[in-house]
């Protein structure tokens, strides 16, 4: 195959960038003086494009690659790349699937403990000198005697559940489909997991089949104690709809990590100082981030070797 050329729109790690450069010509898009120039002289000849979740390829950006045979997306989530469009066009899509599982799982803990016990408003009361004047209140929620529903039992909601028991909860869960290697409790419906729980931990993927599906009435269900975190998509939440049952009690408090119009936080929950808000950090660590680039070049080189990547995603399967 020679050295395909390679399309990056954003910046990626420098040691993707490096790995690449080895096998492909890369093209990186993000340096150039005029981008539409480029774009135009290096179309034709494109083959792969290698991107970030926060830059979106569309149907119509797709299409102005005749040659181009497949894209590896950095991040687990691909809600941002068409996939279904992909497939259709005989188009690979790859994501970056489990070498970042427990990271995520992790900071999903993390949220949901400073979410129940206010330690972010804590420490904040702590570094503003104020412990020397009092002690930070007693906070009114706590994890102990909560009930856990995760809406998506997948790789990581399971890596999540597996904590969970760890920490003494009882664990519920909604999927479109039961899972046959778990025995925690099932719902066919996500209002359904809510009124039996008091704590939801949301991480599904994006897109429209999860868009806006923690709305008004999932949160009433939850009740007056209710804990969200959230650690899938911004956009699963309505957040209107969080910021009203938080600010009237119809739940009690949050734990954030996405954000609907991220890096954009609506100030009504900056305002809340006992709600836990992380800037998309789920992932955050060198560790991860490392793993994570490097599937991203293992994909295009075990492509380029041998015509298929290792993880293409559902909407874009192995072909024969
Ligand atoms: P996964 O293994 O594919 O799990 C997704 C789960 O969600 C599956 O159990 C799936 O079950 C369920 N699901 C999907 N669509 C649904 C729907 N419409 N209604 C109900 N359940 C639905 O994915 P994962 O590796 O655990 O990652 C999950 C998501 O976390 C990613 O897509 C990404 O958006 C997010 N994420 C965020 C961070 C961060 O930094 N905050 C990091 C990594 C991942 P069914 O198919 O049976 O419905
Ligand atoms: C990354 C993520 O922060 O994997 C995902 O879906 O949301 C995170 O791991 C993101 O992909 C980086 O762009």
Do not use: C
């Amino acid at each position: 195959m020679g050295r395909p050329h390679l399309l990056m729109p954003g910046r990626m790690m420098a040691h993707v960038i490096e790995q690449l450069e080895e096998e492909f010509t890369v093209h990186r898009l993000w340096e150039a003086d005029d981008r539409e120039a480029l774009l135009e002289k290096v179309a034709p000849d494109i083959m792969a494009i290698a991107t970030g979740a926060h830059a979106p390829v569309d149907g119509a950006m797709m299409s102005r690659f005749p040659s181009l045979r497949i894209i590896s997306s950095f991040g687990v989530g691909y809600d941002t790349v068409d996939a279904a469009w992909a497939g259709e066009h005989g188009i690979y899509v790859t994501n970056t699937p489990d070498v970042l599982t427990e990271e995520v799982a992790d900071t999903a803990m993390a949220l949901l403990l400073m979410a129940a016990r206010e330690l972010g408003a804590a420490e904040r009361h702590l570094r503003a000198g104020k412990w020397t004047e009092r002690a930070y209140p007693l906070t009114t929620t706590t994890l102990r005697g909560r009930k856990l529903g995760i809406f998506g039992l997948g790789r990581i909601g399971k890596a999540i559940a597996r904590r969970a028991e760890g920490f003494g909860l009882p664990i519920a869960y909604h999927n479109r489909s039961r899972a046959t290697d778990v025995s925690y409790e099932y719902h066919d419906s996500l209002t359904g997991l809510a009124e039996a729980v008091d704590t939801l931990v949301a991480v599904v993927p994006g897109g429209d089949s999860t868009h806006h599906a923690v709305n008004a009435e999932v949160l009433k269900a939850l009740g007056p104690d209710g804990i969200v975190v959230n650690i899938g998509r911004g956009t699963v939440i309505d957040e209107h709809a969080l910021i009203e049952a938080l600010e009237n009690g119809t739940i009690r408090s949050a734990g954030l990590d996405v954000f609907e119009e991220e890096p954009k936080v609506p100030q009504a929950l900056i305002n809340m100082d006992r709600l836990a808000l992380l800037p998309h950090v789920g992932s955050a660590s060198e560790h991860t981030r490392k793993a994570m680039g490097q599937l991203v070049v293992d994909n295009l080189r075990n492509w380029k070797r041998t015509g298929i990547p290792i993880t293409p995603v559902a909407e874009t399967p192995i072909r024969g």
